[in-house]
């Protein structure tokens, strides 16, 4: 009768345990999914040539769930002052030689003046590839072209001091048209970036570059794609402003409808976790304004990975099986 009670008393103890395990990861993911209070940071948006088209509408919508001021503007606003009304440059993912071709020697000068005397520079993507000192498009040798060159002086913005490289064929090769979900593993769970941030963490990847830092440049490496081990997200300072590049895709919403777009000819991941946290926490950072404490890290770190299982491979079969059958 004795070791019935015990038996009992230990299971309940057991239920209790899990119980309130549970309800702290629901917690925390619950102030995950608070947006902060964002409302004086004006952000410019730059949709010109070469801007991926579906990019405003997820950035736009992610926007509502911050609560900032989103503008767009074009490389001629760019080049005739614009960003001085302005506390962040946020730059999407799209075509890069447009990016050069719009915005020039001049409103690169006019970009690196807002960031160095203290605006925050947010490139995802090709976004993250126009930052860097230079890039390497690795499904050409010889590009970019020679034509991308103004009096020796290249036309990227060198706000990153290092190289980007992409695509990664490891990830994603051209029978796949660059598309894949991918791992990142966080890496520094020290900066206020990525401190709440679960371990790891599932994106989307679209022929995104990897971001490699010179030795001597003084970059935090916050994640790394798991396939490669090379840096998928950095951060990092400009003069008295700063920088945070991110290779893969992480505004899109997997899964789910309230980045307001569909996959249109793929199949849609399935991935259940979203990734705009870290952009807020990233907004924050760049702008300078203090992130809130978090709390259990690593209880939800354990939890995403269970819950990241094998997502990756799944959807990365169907892509495989999708295409095959498409053509």
């Known amino acids: 009768m004795v070791a019935r009670s015990i038996l009992v008393k230990g299971a309940i103890?057991?239920?209790?345990?899990?119980?309130?395990?549970?309800?702290?990861?629901?917690?925390?993911?619950?102030?995950?999914?608070?947006?902060?209070d964002l409302s004086n940071v004006d952000v410019a948006y730059y949709n010109g040539n070469g801007a991926w088209e579906i990019s405003?509408?997820?950035?736009?919508?992610?926007t509502k769930w911050?609560?900032?001021?989103?503008?767009?503007?074009?490389?001629?606003?760019i080049k005739d002052g614009c960003l001085d009304d302005y506390d962040l440059l946020m730059w999407p993912g799209g075509h890069y030689p447009a990016y050069w071709e719009e915005v020039?020697?001049?409103?690169?000068?006019?970009?690196?003046?807002?960031?160095?005397?203290?605006?925050?520079?947010?490139?995802i993507c090709a976004g993250a590839y126009y930052a860097a000192d230079y890039m390497v498009w690795m499904d050409d040798a010889a590009?970019?072209?020679?034509?991308y060159k103004v009096e020796g002086d290249e036309l990227n913005l060198d706000l990153f001091p290092g190289v980007a490289?992409?695509?990664i064929f490891e990830i994603a090769d051209r029978d796949t048209t660059y598309w894949a979900m991918v791992e990142i593993n966080i890496v520094d769970q020290t900066h206020p970036i990525t401190q709440s941030m679960p371990n790891p963490m599932t994106m989307f990847y679209y022929g995104g570059p990897y971001l490699e830092t010179y030795d001597d440049a003084n970059v935090s490496i916050l994640g790394r794609y798991d396939i490669t081990g090379t840096p998928a997200i950095v951060a990092c300072?400009?003069?008295?402003?700063?920088?945070?590049?991110?290779?893969?895709?992480?505004?899109?919403?997997?899964?789910?409808?309230?980045?307001?777009?569909?996959?249109?000819?793929?199949?849609?991941?399935?991935?259940?976790?979203s990734d705009w946290p870290l952009y807020r926490n990233a907004v924050r950072w760049l702008c300078k304004i203090d992130s809130p404490s978090s709390f259990a890290t690593g209880l939800v770190g354990s939890f995403e990975i269970q819950?990241?299982?094998?997502?990756?491979?799944h959807f990365n079969e169907r892509i495989q099986y999708f295409l095959s059958s498409r053509w």
């Open 56 to 62: 405003e509408t997820i950035l736009s919508n992610m």
């Open 104 to 123: 020039g020697l001049e409103g690169k000068a006019e970009i690196q003046e807002f960031v160095s005397r203290g605006g925050g520079y947010l490139g």
């Open 66 to 77: 911050m609560g900032y001021s989103f503008t767009t503007v074009r490389g001629q606003d």
């Open 143 to 147: 590009y970019p072209p020679p034509d």
């Open 13 to 36: 103890v057991v239920i209790l345990s899990g119980l309130i395990i549970s309800v702290g990861v629901l917690f925390f993911l619950g102030t995950q999914e608070q947006p902060t």
């Open 237 to 273: 300072s400009y003069g008295e402003g700063r920088v945070f590049l991110i290779g893969p895709h992480g505004e899109i919403e997997e899964g789910g409808n309230r980045d307001g777009w569909s996959f249109p000819d793929i199949p849609e991941p399935d991935d259940v976790e």
């Open 165 to 167: 490289y992409g695509p």
């Open 307 to 313: 819950v990241n299982t094998n997502r990756v491979s």
